[in-house]
């Protein structure tokens, strides 16, 4: 069984949407989800729609040898993003219309991009692009 | 409140904790070899080196291997008190598992022991069979393990997608370039050229033949990747009384640790151009009272050229921002000022899993007692520091290591 924690995020991404998870107890922003507020340690957890902007704080393009099931999707960059939430993710980045990463650089504004549900059902991360200024 | 404190033990303790003796053997792809056996090797090597037999050992700790579950299991159920002989004496045998770190910890969970009475000589054994096993196997291992599966799974992330974030990081915060990236790699294989024990021993490497390597991990270059390796390495410690009584009159004191985990899944490091180096060395520097400017050479992980470089920067070894030049010019090669991973590292001695920490380790003590091969032999070594990280770089892990007594080198 997909706990409901996990359940709640890809749903989520499915619908489009990047949720953090938001602490009932004390209002922080909690990326990764935890089972209990690292901040004041409530088990109240709930959920608040990302604004899904933030900055690229690094990123790299897989080319060769990745996991098993990602065979036909080399290749692919990941990226860590720190969203203005002020917490952070792992998450693929959009590539250029020429299929490769070069105007990507550290430090620049991206935003999240919604997948399609069928994409965000087999593929359950956030994508994120360049910011539109 | 203070996040450092002193050690319990100084360097007049009677219980302070020493290594007195080292064991190891090459790294590469070995497939005629086989685990129990050169675990039985390695032990028996440095038994020999510290003048002990097996049963001058009352505590083991086992270094888990990578390579399969079923010869881990063999190691956390006391197999290798019964190879040894020491089935009915050894009072202890149990693993500790910090990846990449875990030599770090080993030392700290033996140092403690013994400092404390509860034993007096521990033994550490390390073997690895990654050269050997199914490649594609050990990929889908490390691609599936120590990753968050809820969170990053998902996106496809493996080892070299990590070391490709944290080089990214790294270089575009120091404004490093691929050929002085490359250039790390290079001074290792410079060492692994004098280290019998090293798999590219016999391989030279230069810059341009790494930057013209196909791309692995933008912007890591496949020749900046480690290779999977099997290896094997062991270290005995003991209290300084019991080495003195046995006439062990030059040993290797541990002078302080310090420790940073910083986080567990690579989304989450806050720096990836920082990690847990800076604040790891100045916990140890606060323990031991000394600093780089004391020590005459590292040991410190090296799986990828960045986190080694940012290390050099975080131990205060050079300048902020410098690593990656101040290893293009030489310092941390054969011959410079500061030498750094005498073996060839991960990258050139060969990546034994969580043995490539290990081996560094034991390189330290090696070097300090004076027992290297006389051209990678450094003058002189008193002190060393060792650095260690496990996982996706999820903690730092500081040794400082000294010389006592008047043997070593000259």
């Known amino acids: 069984m997909t706990p409901p924690i996990v359940a709640d ?18 209002g922080k922003f909690n990326m990764y989800p935890r089972y209990a507020c690292p901040h004041c340690q409530s088990e109240s957890l709930g959920w608040q729609k990302a604004s899904g902007k933030g900055v690229l704080h690094s990123f790299t393009i897989l080319r060769l040898g990745p996991p098993e099931g990602f065979e036909n999707e080399l290749p692919y960059a990941l990226g860590v ?17 020429d299929g490769e990463w070069k105007s990507y650089k550290c ?22 692009k360049h910011a539109k200024t | 409140m203070s996040d450092t404190w002193p050690l319990n033990v100084d360097a007049k303790s009677p219980n302070d904790p020493v290594f007195v003796g080292i064991g190891e053997i090459p790294s590469g792809k070995y497939p005629q070899r086989t685990f129990i056996g050169d675990l039985t090797k390695v032990a028996i090597l440095a038994l020999k080196d510290a003048g002990m037999v097996p049963r001058d050992v009352d505590t083991i700790l086992l270094i888990p291997c990578l390579h399969g579950f079923t010869d881990q299991a063999d190691l956390v159920f006391s197999r290798m008190v019964e190879e040894l002989g020491l089935a009915g004496h050894a009072k202890a045998s149990f693993m500790i598992h910090s990846g990449g770190s875990t030599s770090d910890n080993a030392v700290r969970a033996a140092s403690g022991l013994i400092a404390s009475g509860h034993a007096r000589t521990v033994l550490v054994l390390q073997c690895e069979r990654w050269g050997s096993a199914d490649v594609m196997e050990m990929i889908n291992s490390l691609s599936k393990n120590g990753i968050p599966g809820e969170w990053e799974l ?16 790294y270089m575009a915060s120091t404004g490093s370039t691929p050929a002085e990236m490359a250039s790390v790699c290079v001074a290792l294989r410079d060492w ?9 021993r016999g391989k030279k490497l230069t810059v341009e033949q790494v930057l013209a390597s196909r791309m692995a991990s933008d912007p890591l270059h496949v020749m900046e990747c480690p290779m ?13 009384e019991n080495a003195k009584k046995r006439g062990l009159d030059t040993t290797v004191r541990v002078a302080g640790s310090g420790g940073c985990v910083s986080h567990y899944s690579i989304g989450q490091e806050n720096d990836l151009a920082a990690l847990g180096w800076a604040t790891a060395a100045k916990r140890a520097y606060a323990q031991s ?3 780089p400017k004391d020590a005459q050479f590292g040991e410190i992980y090296d799986s990828y050229a960045a986190v080694t470089t940012i290390a050099v920067e975080g131990f205060g070894i050079c300048e902020p921002g410098e690593g990656a030049r101040w290893f293009a010019a030489g310092n941390a090669s054969p011959g410079g000022k500061f030498p750094c991973n005498t073996n060839g590292g991960l990258l050139s001695a060969g990546h034994t899993g969580v043995g490539g920490g290990t081996a560094l380790l ?11 091969e006389s051209e990678r032999q450094i003058k002189n070594a008193q002190r060393c520091i060792i650095g260690g990280s496990g996982g996706s770089y999820m903690d730092a892990q500081v040794l400082l290591l000294e010389r006592t007594g008047k043997g070593g080198a000259k």
Request: glycine fraction near 12%; aromatic fraction near 8%.
């Open chain 1, 9 to 26: 995020f890809r749903a989520g991404l499915i619908r489009g949407e990047l949720l953090v998870q938001k602490c009932n107890s004390c």
């Open chain 1, 81 to 97: 993003v720190k969203l203005d939430e002020g917490v952070q993710l792992l998450g693929r980045l959009v590539p250029d219309a």
């Open chain 1, 107 to 128: 430090d620049e504004r991206v935003e999240f991009a919604p997948m399609s549900a069928e994409h965000a059902e087999k593929r359950p991360c956030a994508w994120f």
């Open chain 2, 154 to 169: 998902p996106t496809g992330v493996q080892f070299n997608a990590i070391g490709g974030l944290i080089t990214q990081r």
């Open chain 2, 192 to 200: 692994a050229q004098l280290n019998p024990n090293a798999m590219y």
């Open chain 2, 228 to 240: 999977l390796a099997d290896g094997a390495a062991a270290f005995v410690m003991t209290s300084a």
């Open chain 2, 289 to 291: 009272g000394w600093g």
């Open chain 2, 362 to 372: 034991v390189e330290g003590v090696r070097q300090l007692l004076g027992r290297a």
